[in-house]
Nanobody, 120 residues
Framework: QVQLVESGGGLVQAGGSLRLSCAAS????????MIWYRQAPGKQRELVAA???????NYADSVKGRFTNSRDNAKNTVYLEMTSLKPEATAVYYC??????????????WGQGTQVTVSS
């Protein structure tokens, strides 16, 4: 019913920047919180940043001041601007959205992930 597609990942040198996007499509009535997670090889998935429909943001301590989360509600799209990237940011980045579909059901949906690799 709801599809999320991430884009913008790639290879960047330490200190560089990347901008990730996550676009939601399908039968959507509304989207509440949109969340970015990441999972590095051999590690558990961790929350990176979250943004509510009203634009309130929350960040993991490890990215505060360097990552900026924003969203365009009209496009059902969330963005993650990542600056001053460090090698430890290397991971697959996933988008998660809490969405309400027509009929009122609420569910959590995941994208397929986009790889971010930061070289030292």
């Amino acid at each position: 019913q709801v599809q999320l597609v991430e884009s913008g990942g790639g290879l960047v040198q330490a200190g560089g920047s990347l901008r990730l996007s996550c676009a939601a499509s399908g039968r959507i009535f509304s989207i509440n919180t949109m969340i970015w997670y990441r999972q590095a090889p051999g590690k558990q998935r961790e929350l990176v940043a979250a943004i509510t429909s009203g634009g309130r943001t929350n960040y993991a301590d490890s990215v505060k001041g360097r990552f900026t989360n924003s969203r365009d509600n009209a496009k059902n799209t969330v963005y993650l601007e990542m600056t001053s990237l460090k090698p430890e940011a290397t991971a697959v980045y996933y988008c998660n959205a809490v969405a309400v579909v027509p009929g009122g059901a609420t569910g959590g949906y995941w994208g397929q992930g986009t790889q971010v690799t930061v070289s030292s």
